[in-house]
């Protein structure tokens, strides 16, 4: 089974900082792309910002200049940096993979559980 564990949100002020981190784990073969999406009740989950396996990044418009995304492909994690927090950012966070179990499985995606990010003075 693969499991992907999110940690980092939480409650921060406007124009602060935070990080956010992705772990995936158990049987893995090969992480493809990775990234970070969003939701807020009543709307769709949106992407925030992904990363494929060599590095090529897109990130969704409202977060261009003040999120970064990276990854550790030795370690199959990824993380959100997060700068210049809005109000607007707030929502709960998923961490998305895209990955092979086996080398004869095909690719598919597995989320995270979430995690709370408030922006809020």
């Known amino acids: 089974q693969v499991q992907l564990v999110e940690s980092g949100g939480g409650l921060e002020q406007p124009g602060g900082s935070l990080r956010l981190s992705c772990v995936a784990s158990g049987r893995i073969f090969i992480v493809y792309d990775m990234g970070w999406y969003r939701q807020v009740p009543g709307k769709q989950r949106e992407l925030v910002a992904v990363v494929t396996r060599d590095g090529s990044t897109n990130y969704a418009d409202s977060v261009k200049g003040r999120f970064t995304i990276s990854r550790d492909n030795v370690q199959n994690t990824v993380y959100l940096q997060m700068n210049s927090l809005k109000p607007e950012d707030t929502a709960v966070y998923y961490c998305?993979?895209?990955?092979?179990?086996?080398?004869?499985?095909?690719?598919?995606?597995?989320w995270g559980q979430g995690t709370q990010v408030t922006v809020s003075s």
């Open positions: 998305n993979a895209d990955l092979q179990t086996t080398l004869l499985t095909g690719r598919r995606d597995y």
